[in-house]
């Protein structure tokens, strides 16, 4: 059964620093592209960074650009996500979604077929 479990959410200041994990199990993520995509209070899903299977490219938008790293790592099976310097507009449920073996079209929600749950991000005083 394939699931995808995200960790690590929470409120922090801005400026300030959270990880989030995203544990995979039912697959090998030596075969897939995973993506982190959030979604704000009342505005539509987005995509975040992603990162492909095969040379481990990445992706990021460029409103975390700088800000954001992606890590992977297969042997855990665990996809990471660092933010740095976080704003209150990065505040947002963060998601982590399996794709194909490559980043293509990240904002494309079609583009993966399996969700984690979500954590929520909140960034504020």
């Known amino acids: 059964q394939v699931q995808l479990v995200e960790y690590g959410g929470g409120l922090v200041q801005p400026g300030g620093s959270l990880r989030l994990s995203c544990a995979a199990s039912?697959?090998?993520?030596?075969?897939?592209?995973i993506g982190w995509l959030r979604q704000a209070p009342g505005k539509e899903r987005e995509g975040v960074s992603c990162?492909?299977?095969?040379?481990?490219?990445?992706y990021y938008a460029d409103s975390v650009k700088g800000r954001f790293t992606v890590s992977r790592d297969n042997a855990k099976n665990t996809v990471y996500l660092q933010m740095n310097s976080l704003k209150p507009e990065d505040t947002a449920d963060y998601y982590c979604a399996r794709a194909g073996a490559t980043c293509d079209e990240v904002d494309d929600l079609d583009e993966y077929d399996y969700w984690g749950q979500g954590t929520q991000v909140t960034v504020s005083l």
């Open positions: 990162i492909s299977s095969s040379d481990g490219s990445t």
């Open positions: 039912g697959f090998t993520l030596d075969y897939h592209a």
